[in-house]
């Protein structure tokens, strides 16, 4: 959804780019800032209910996610060690994000349907980690698992629109089912990866034998 939007972002990320680097901000310290302000902010604003100003600020931060990636491509500083702090630090701003979503349906229980809410929150949160550990451990092997349904990105803006307007009247239903598609579809996901890295592997060991 969002892959045709980079080159966008890019260019309008450019002179940004330019300007934090002009003013000696490092890719890595703009990496680890947006981390920290999207993670304040998923887990205060939106537990407390602000769905509106929280998921808005979010969404903002989320389309920024690139912004370092532009700064350590224009300085000569892209390599192994921020591909790692870029990846780490994504599973800690997914984490906030829908450990947020969640305590908000915690926090809230008027408001929803029981349960599954928090259910398909909770299943978003602990898939949404073991789709990119699937493809890292699948390259500590020797495979490759890129196969999948969405982007991280995609998945947090599919979240994030729904929840974002809750505060204006949207309907919580729409935000559970589309947590619970995202849910299955990272599921979906895992079992492509493993499939895929077992006949990698399996094919390799053929040949082998």
């Known amino acids: 959804m969002l892959r045709s939007l980079r080159s966008l972002m890019t260019t309008v990320f450019t002179p940004l780019a330019r300007l934090l680097l ?105 898939l949404g980690s073991v789709v990119p550990y699937a493809r890292a451990r699948a390259e500590s092997v020797g495979a490759t698992a890129q196969v999948g349904i969405a982007e991280r990105a995609d998945r947090l803006l599919l979240a994030l629109v729904p929840f974002t307007f809750i505060q204006v009247g949207l309907p919580v239903v729409v935000l559970e089912v589309v947590l619970t598609l995202l849910a299955l579809a990272s599921l979906v996901t895992v079992f492509q990866r493993m499939a895929t890295v077992r006949g990698q592997l399996t094919s390799r060991a053929g040949q082998e034998a």
């Not at 703009?30 to 100003?53: D, H």
């Not at 702090?85 to 701003?93: C, E, G, I, K, M």
């Not at 829908?98 to 599954?116: A, K, Q, R, S, T």
């Open 22 to 126: 002009a003013l000696r901000v490092s890719p890595d310290a703009v990496t680890i800032a947006g981390t920290l302000i999207v993670s304040a902010i998923s887990l205060t604003l939106f537990p407390l209910g602000y769905t509106l100003v929280g998921g808005l600020l979010v969404g903002f931060f989320v389309l920024f996610d690139s912004l370092d990636g532009v700064m350590a491509r224009m300085s000569g500083r892209s390599g192994p060690w921020g591909a790692f702090l870029d990846s780490t630090l994504d599973r800690v701003a997914d984490g906030a994000v829908f450990g947020g979503i969640m305590l908000w349906f915690v926090l809230h229980p008027d408001e929803h349907n029981g349960l599954w809410g928090i259910a398909v929150a909770l299943a978003c949160l602990v």
